[in-house]
């Protein structure tokens, strides 16, 4: 069965570091702070980027989650 993942970045806490867009750049892409690219994402504002990800690109984005120094990158299965 194919799963998909709500991915949530809050772009208030992000400090731009440029990890997440490096590590997984099929998601992440920096516009000031990081946001979901425009292919996945469902909702987007100066303090919130919300995307819906296929699972293949699950190991992509929980790299890029681990990897986030402020935590700014939350997965949900839905
Ligand atoms: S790793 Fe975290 S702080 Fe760095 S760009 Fe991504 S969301 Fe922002």
Request: proline share 0%; charged share 0%; with cysteine.
């Given at each position: 069965m194919t799963m998909t993942l709500r991915v949530i970045v809050d772009r208030e806490t992000?400090?731009?570091?440029g990890v997440a867009p490096t590590l997984c750049s099929e998601v992440f892409v920096l516009e000031g702070k990081n946001r979901i690219v425009d292919k996945y994402s469902k909702e987007l504002s100066d303090s919130l980027s919300v995307g819906e990800v296929p699972d293949e690109l699950k190991e992509c984005v929980e790299n890029a989650a681990m990897s986030c120094p402020v935590e700014a990158i939350k997965i949900e299965e839905i």
């Open positions: 992000c400090i731009a570091c």
